[in-house]
C-alpha cells in the first residue's frame, strides 16, 4: 500500500510537470498573421488578422459573427445556446484557436512565417 | 440465481447512482473552456471498477453514458462520451492490475486518457484546429481525476464493507 501511495506522489508530481510545461510550451508562441476559418473540418478562408472587419460564418446548426480587431479575432455572436466561443474571448497568437463544437467551426491563428502544420501543433 | 439477482439490483443502484450525478454535473455551469469538466459521474465508475470489478464498471459506464447523452447533451456529445468513457475505462482497469498506483492515481491517468480521447475524436471530426487545447484538457484531467479520485477513494474505503456483505448473505 505504502508503495503504491509512493506511487501516486511520484505519479501526480510528474503529471503536473507535463500540465505546465504543455502550457509554457503553447504560450510561447508569436503573434500570427493569419485567421484560419473551418466549419465541419473544411477550410472555409484565411482572414488577415491586421484588417479589422466583421465576417459571418454559416456554421453547422446556425450562424456565428467574428470580428477582427486591432490584431485579434473573437467570436462577437453565436447561435449556438452554450456561447462558449463568445465567452473565450480573443485570440491573437499563433496557434491559439476558437472553437464553436455546436456549429462546428474552428477559427484558428497561423503563425506569419511558419507552415500551417508547426502553427497549429503548438 | 440469488447471486446473480443481487448483481443485476447492484448494478442497476451504480447506474442510478451515477445518473444522479450526470444530472448534477449538467446543472452546473460550464467552464470557459469546451471539454473541461468535473465528471461527478466517475466517482461511481470508479467505486463500480473497485468493488465489482471491470465488467461491472463497463456496464454502468456505457449505459449511464448513453442515457445521459439521451437526455442532457443529444446524441452528437454519445461519440465524445463514449470514447472517453471507454478507453479511460480500460487503462484504468489495466493500471489496477499492475498494482502501481492507489485509486486516486489511476484516477488521474483516467482523467487524462479520457479528455485526451475526446480531444482525438475531435480531432477526426473537426481537425487539427483542436490539438490548442490539448494543455487545457491535459491540466483539466489531472485535476478533475485528482479531485474524482480523492473522493473515490473515501468512499471506496467506507462502502466496501457494506458491499461485501451486501453479497455474502
Known amino acids: 500500500m505504502l508503495k503504491r501511495v509512493r506511487g501516486d506522489i511520484i505519479l501526480i508530481l510528474v503529471l503536473i510537470t507535463a500540465s505546465v510545461l504543455l502550457f509554457v510550451l503553447k504560450d510561447n508562441g508569436k503573434d500570427g498573421k493569419l485567421l484560419k476559418v473551418s466549419v465541419n473540418g473544411r477550410e472555409i478562408c484565411t482572414l488577415s488578422l491586421d484588417e479589422d472587419t466583421e465576417y459571418e460564418i454559416q456554421g453547422f446548426i446556425s450562424k456565428n459573427i467574428l470580428i477582427i480587431e486591432n490584431g485579434g479575432a473573437r467570436m462577437k455572436e453565436a447561435g449556438c445556446p452554450d456561447k ?3 465567452k473565450q474571448g480573443e485570440i491573437s497568437k499563433a496557434g491559439e484557436s476558437i472553437i464553436c463544437l455546436p ?4 477559427v ?4 506569419g512565417e511558419e507552415s500551417g502544420i508547426d502553427a497549429t501543433a503548438k | 440465481m440469488q447471486q446473480r439477482n443481487k448483481k443485476i439490483a447492484m448494478y442497476a443502484l451504480l447506474v442510478a447512482l451515477a445518473f444522479i450525478f450526470s444530472y448534477v454535473e449538467a446543472m452546473l455551469p460550464g467552464l470557459q ?3 473541461v469538466k468535473l465528471g461527478l459521474a466517475n466517482i461511481v465508475v470508479l467505486m463500480a471498477l473497485e468493488t465489482t470489478g471491470f465488467a461491472g464498471a463497463l456496464i454502468v459506464s456505457l449505459v449511464r453514458v448513453v442515457l445521459s447523452a439521451l437526455i442532457f447533451k443529444g446524441m ?4 465524445y462520451s463514449l470514447a472517453g468513457a471507454i478507453i479511460s475505462l480500460l487503462v484504468m482497469a489495466l493500471l489496477k492490475k499492475l498494482k502501481l498506483f492507489t485509486i486516486v492515481g489511476i484516477s488521474c491517468i483516467g482523467g487524462i486518457i479520457h479528455n485526451m480521447a475526446q480531444l482525438s475524436v475531435a480531432c477526426l471530426m ?3 484546429g483542436v490539438i ?3 494543455p487545457w484538457l491535459f491540466a483539466g484531467g489531472v485535476l478533475s481525476g485528482l ?3 480523492v473522493i473515490g477513494a473515501v468512499i471506496v474505503k467506507r462502502v466496501q464493507k457494506a458491499y461485501s456483505n451486501f453479497y455474502r448473505k
Open chain 1, 84 to 86: 462558449l466561443c463568445v
Open chain 2, 33 to 35: 473552456v469546451p471539454g
Open chain 1, 103 to 106: 456549429n462546428r467551426i474552428i
Open chain 2, 132 to 134: 490548442a487545447y490539448l
Open chain 1, 108 to 111: 484558428s491563428v497561423e503563425g
Open chain 2, 126 to 128: 473537426l481537425g487539427k
Open chain 2, 76 to 79: 452528437l456529445s454519445l461519440i
Open chain 2, 147 to 149: 479531485f474524482i479520485g
